[in-house]
């Protein structure tokens, strides 16, 4: 793989919810055997936003932990774009709060982008555009991928739902992750697989569907990024999906096999089978830590699993190669290659959530459906007090007065 143009990921930084709901709690909660959750889906926990962490609150402290860890000057950044499916407005963009609210300069492109799960892989691309086209002059982009998934208390979504927000700076020389452009394969196709009505707060979706039209994005844009390859995982150092759960990453990485092998792998057939567990278990499953223990944040999952990679691998692996594949429901998706950077490890300890995440409180299961129901009237809400939901030295939004949405630090 050449790697002639230098642009890509320059910092990195995770945001999320203080409270979870442990998926055995849940399981007991809805009567289901926990290892359904636990090994089924291979989840653990999931983040649940309060009323008063929204989008936006998570998104402004992703963007500032990137910003300050990485040593980055605000007025560096010429665009700035939110990918989200959990706008806070049918019109006005998330990322426009998320400039007030961080700081950035007047002389910035802002815009939010929305396709359910692939919102912030379409502004990373996107932004890698806009520097390699000479645009940017010098400057960098900041890419913010910030939702909270919601499906409803007793759906089969339930305990894949999540919250939380990845910032990643965009540049020209980039510390942590370098994208080949040409390496770039994309893939859309109309599907009702997931979706969510503009009058409804929680997300729709045929689920078994769903994850056949994964998998057909993922076949469609690897075909794109690199043609018929037989040979492409065993020059790969780690396989990074978009992980909806983690179960989906050992469906997503059996399909890259089926590509290469030219047949279906099954159970049945011993050898073969474990060369799909070996590869996985190399290549994808020491990255998925986080995801189990945070849950689906759609448009930020894939990037928080290069998270996981690099607080973990950044030394050991520089100068390797890995893929990503994005996929938001409806449909589109990316895949593409990257090369982690020399020096991507001495950046672990500001990439590493691992503090933020312990500190955690564990909702009892009433309490998770007391917040889900409060949820749903936030946005009516004319006050809001953080304090309510044991929340303190943040960001917070505090209620909707005179038709206008407030943040305020507490
Ligand atoms: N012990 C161990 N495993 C068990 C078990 C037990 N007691 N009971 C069931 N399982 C296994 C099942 O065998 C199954 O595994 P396989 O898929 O490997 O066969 C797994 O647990 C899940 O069981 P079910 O398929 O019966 O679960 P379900 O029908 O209740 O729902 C789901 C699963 C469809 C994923 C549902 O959670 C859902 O709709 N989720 C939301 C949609 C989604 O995440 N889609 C993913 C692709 S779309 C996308 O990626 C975009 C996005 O972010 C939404």
């Not at 998570?58 to 989200?84: C, H, K, Y």
């Not at 998330?94 to 815009?111: I, K, P, Q, S, W």
Request: one cysteine or more; aromatic letters at 8%; proline letters at 3%.
């Amino acid at each position: 793989m050449t790697h002639s143009i230098s642009v890509g990921i320059d910092a990195l930084a995770f945001a999320g919810p203080a409270a979870y709901v442990d998926l055995s709690d849940l399981a007991k909660a809805r009567g289901v055997d926990p290892a359904k959750f636990t090994k089924g889906l291979g989840q653990h926990r999931m983040a649940i936003a309060s009323p008063c962490e929204d989008t936006v609150t998570m998104a402004v402290e992703s963007g500032a932990q990137a910003v300050r860890a990485f040593g980055i000057d605000p007025d560096e950044i010429g665009t700035l774009i939110v990918g989200t499916e959990t706008g806070v407005d049918h019109s006005k963009p998330v990322a426009v709060y998320v400039h007030d609210l961080l700081g950035l300069n007047e002389r910035c492109r802002t815009f939010e982008t929305k396709h359910a799960c692939y919102g912030a892989m379409a502004g990373l691309t996107a932004s890698m555009d806009w520097i390699a086209s000479g645009r940017a002059r010098g400057r960098k982009a900041l890419v913010i991928a910030s939702d909270i998934a919601s499906y409803g208390l007793g759906t089969p979504g339930e305990p894949t739902q999540g919250a939380g927000a990845v910032a990643m700076v965009v540049s020209e020389k980039p510390r942590l992750l370098r994208i080949q452009p040409r390496t770039i394969g994309d893939y859309t196709r109309q599907v009702m697989d997931f979706w969510r009505p503009l009058y409804s707060k929680y997300a729709l979706a045929d689920g078994h569907y769903s994850i056949q039209c994964y998998l057909d994005a993922l076949r469609g844009a690897r075909l794109d990024a690199v043609g018929e390859r037989h040979d492409l995982l065993a020059g790969l150092s780690a396989c990074l999906y978009h992980v909806p759960f983690v179960k989906m990453a050992f469906k997503a990485h059996q399909r890259e096999l089926e590509m290469e092998l030219g047949h279906a792998l099954n159970k049945a057939e011993a050898s073969t089978w474990q060369q799909l567990v070996e590869s996985y278990e190399r290549r994808c499953a020491p990255w998925l830590t986080l995801n189990a223990d945070i849950g689906n944040i759609y448009t930020g999952s894939l990037f928080l699993s290069l998270i996981d990679l690099l607080r973990q691998a950044g030394a050991d692996m520089a100068g390797e190669d890995i893929s990503l594949f994005s996929y938001g429901s409806g449909c589109g998706a990316t895949y593409c290659l990257g090369r982690i950077v020399e020096g991507a490890g001495d950046w672990r300890a500001a990439l590493d959530p691992g503090e933020e995440l312990a500190k955690r409180r564990r909702l009892g299961i009433a309490e998770y459906e007391s917040l889900v129901r409060a949820g749903e009237q936030a946005d009516r809400c004319e006050t809001l007090d953080p304090f309510d939901y044991g929340l303190a030295g943040g960001l917070y939004y505090t209620g909707t007065r005179n038709d206008r949405r407030h943040y305020e630090r507490g």
